[in-house]
């Protein structure tokens, strides 16, 4: 799905249920067209209440969600100099053995009857 479609999804889910929220609290009467003093003030004060709940609630997700990613990006950097020095070390044994192989392969002796090179 594409993400403006999510967030407008998402944002009209959200709206609803404000609605319904502050309509099942504040209104209690359904004999009048218009909203009664009363109600009129229980739902400013119901949606404002949420309004404030919710620009607080993504204020703490942003504060936790960059600690987060900051400490994931620390996790990754300090893995990718693990595994550099990982494989400088499988390199210098590589380097190693590979030394030692040069110097403990026998040379052939030439064959006596076999003066030709």
């Not at 070390?89 to 002796?109: D, G, H, I, M, N």
């Amino acid at each position: 799905m594409d993400s403006n479609l999510r967030n407008l999804k998402d944002f009209f889910t959200l709206y609803n249920k404000v609605t319904e929220l502050c309509f099942s609290r504040c209104v209690d009467n359904l004999s009048q067209r218009d909203l009664g003093g009363h109600e009129d003030l229980c739902v400013d004060r119901c949606v404002t209440k949420f309004a404030r709940f919710n620009q607080n609630m993504m204020k703490v997700y942003v504060d936790v969600q960059t600690t987060i990613n900051a400490k994931r990006m620390e996790e990754m950097e300090e893995n990718a100099r693990k595994a550099e020095q990982q494989q400088r070390e499988q390199e210098k044994e590589r380097l190693k053995e590979a030394a030692a192989t040069a110097v403990l392969t026998p040379v052939q002796p030439p064959v006596a009857g076999n003066l030709s090179m």
